[in-house]
C-alpha cells in the first residue's frame, strides 16, 4: 500500500488497515488495543498501516482525493513534456484538483517505535491525523506520517512541526506532499524533483528547530496561489 489510499470514499472492509480514534468521551484507550506497530506484521497479519484520528475532530481530518481528481491530475501530468515537469508544474495541478494534503515524515527503528507512535496517538489535543507502517520482512525501521490539510499552508505545516516538537521528537523531520505520491515522485525520481519540501532539523545545544525551504518551493507555491492556470 502507498503512503496515501486512492478511494473513492473511505471503506474500511478494503484497506489493510487499523484504524481508530484515541483520547476523548469517544475515543479507546491505547493500551487497550494490542496494534503496537513492531508487533504487526504485514505479511502475517495482513496490516500495512495503523491510523490514528484527531480525538478532537474525532472524523478524518483530511479529505481523500476523489479517483476522478486523481487521474485527472495524474493524466495531465503525464501528457506534459518532460521540460515542464517541475516543482511548480505539479504543485499548480495539486492547487488545481485539490490535492494539498501533506504530511510529516519520521522514520525510527522498530525498537523505539512503539513509544514515539504512543506520544501521538495519546496527544489529546492534536487536530491532526497520523499513521505508522507496521513491521516488513527484513525490515528494522518504521515512518510515521503526520497530515496537514494543505502543505502550501506554511502557518499550519510549521505548527503541526511545533507540536511534534513539544512531544519530544528530536530527530529530523521531512515534509512531502500528497501530490507528489500520485505522480511518483520518489528518491531518485526520473524527474530530478526532491521528494520533500520541508526539513526539519533539531539543535540540542539551542534547544530549537529550524526548518529549511529551497527558494524553488516559495516560488513554486507563489506561483499555484497566484499564477494563471497555464500548461508552461
Known amino acids: 500500500m502507498d503512503e496515501s489510499e486512492t478511494t473513492e470514499k473511505l471503506n474500511l472492509d478494503d484497506l489493510n488497515e487499523v484504524i481508530f480514534v484515541s483520547g476523548g468521551e469517544a ?82 527503528p522498530s525498537l523505539t517505535i512503539d513509544r514515539l507512535w504512543e506520544r501521538i496517538v495519546e496527544c489529546e489535543n492534536r487536530k491532526w491525523q497520523a499513521k505508522v507502517s507496521t513491521r516488513k520482512a527484513g525490515e528494522n525501521t518504521h515512518v510515521m506520517c503526520v497530515y496537514t490539510e494543505n502543505f502550501m499552508d506554511l502557518e499550519d505545516v510549521f505548527k503541526c512541526e511545533s507540536d511534534l516538537r513539544d512531544l519530544g521528537f528530536k530527530g529530523r523531520l521531512a515534509y512531502k506532499p500528497d501530490v507528489f505520491t500520485y505522480l511518483n515522485i520518489y528518491r531518485g525520481n526520473e524527474f530530478g524533483i526532491r521528494p520533500t519540501i520541508y526539513v526539519s532539523q533539531y539543535c540540542l545545544l539551542e534547544k530549537r528547530s529550524r526548518i529549511d525551504i529551497d527558494p524553488s518551493v516559495k516560488s513554486a507555491i507563489e506561483n499555484a496561489l497566484n499564477g494563471p492556470d497555464s500548461d508552461y
Open 27 to 108: 475515543g479507546v484507550d491505547f493500551d487497550d488495543i494490542e496494534v503496537w506497530p513492531s508487533q504487526i506484521s504485514a505479511q502475517e497479519h495482513g496490516i500495512d498501516w495503523i491510523h490514528s484520528f484527531s480525538p478532537i475532530r474525532k472524523t478524518r481530518r483530511v479529505p481523500l482525493p476523489t479517483k476522478s481528481q486523481i487521474a485527472s491530475c495524474m493524466g495531465t501530468w503525464s501528457q506534459s513534456t518532460r521540460e515542464v515537469q517541475s516543482i511548480a508544474k505539479a504543485f499548480q495541478l495539486a492547487y488545481k484538483y485539490g490535492i494539498l494534503a501533506g504530511k510529516w515524515l519520521i522514520n525510527a
